[in-house]
């Protein structure tokens, strides 16, 4: 892949001094959910959205970047047993369990990013492990206070089960 050279810094970057407007939170929700409808509809899968990942240009423009654990969906899962592919605090139920992502594992995963730009922090902490297996146990918390609209799209794109998630251009 040659990608736009991106001298912005990343959304990490920007998440390091706290939360997002939600205006811009939407803009660069609405970047990302553009860039997978294209992938998705490549029968491509990113599998590591996280904000490290999406990078800015000079001009404030979003990319999504890092295919380097991408895979084309219903592909030979490639992994060894019991290793999950993707980083903890932003991977889907579905990798956690081992199960072969597709398409809505990079939909819950950019609900958490965004969910983390509204309230300033991951919403699963702790060593990879606690962070993985915490969604097993209870779904991501989106707090009352970011509004019904938010409440709503967060809640959607983190369902549990994939078949209830949107999809990336929903």
């Given at each position: 892949?040659?990608?736009?050279?991106?001298?912005?810094?990343?959304?990490?970057d920007?998440l390091?001094?706290?939360?997002?407007?939600?205006?811009r939170?939407?803009?660069?929700?609405?970047?990302?959910?553009?860039?997978l409808?294209?992938?998705?509809?490549?029968?491509?899968?990113?599998?590591?959205?996280?904000?490290?990942?999406?990078?800015?240009?000079?001009?404030?423009?979003?990319?999504?970047?890092d295919?380097?654990?991408?895979?084309?969906?219903?592909?030979?899962?490639?992994?060894?047993?019991?290793?999950?592919?993707?980083?903890?605090?932003y991977i889907?139920?579905?990798?956690?369990?081992?199960?072969?992502?597709?398409?809505?594992?990079?939909?819950?995963?950019?609900?958490?990013?965004?969910?983390?730009?509204?309230?300033?922090?991951?919403?699963?902490?702790?060593?990879?492990?606690?962070m993985a297996?915490?969604?097993?146990?209870?779904?991501?918390?989106?707090?009352?206070?970011?509004g019904?609209?938010?409440?709503?799209?967060?809640?959607?794109?983190?369902?549990?089960?994939?078949?209830?998630?949107?999809?990336?251009?929903?």
């Open positions: 892949l040659v990608l736009q050279l991106a001298t912005g810094g990343t959304l990490a920007r390091a001094t706290g939360s997002l407007l939600p205006s939170v939407a803009e660069i929700g609405a970047g990302v959910a553009e860039v409808t294209y992938i998705h509809a490549r029968g491509i899968v990113h599998r590591d959205i996280k904000p490290s990942n999406v990078l800015f240009d000079d001009e404030g423009e979003c990319y999504l970047a295919f380097g654990v991408a895979r084309a969906m219903n592909a030979a899962h490639l992994t060894e047993t019991n290793e999950f592919v993707g980083t903890a605090a889907a139920p579905e990798q956690v369990e081992d199960r072969s992502p597709g398409a809505p594992a990079d939909v819950y995963s950019l609900g958490l990013v965004l969910l983390e730009c509204m309230t300033g922090h991951p919403e699963y902490e702790g060593n990879e492990v606690e297996v915490a969604r097993l146990h209870r779904p991501p918390r989106v707090p009352s206070s970011l019904p609209e938010w409440q709503a799209v967060l809640s959607a794109m983190t369902a549990t089960d994939p078949a209830g998630r949107p999809d990336a251009e929903e």
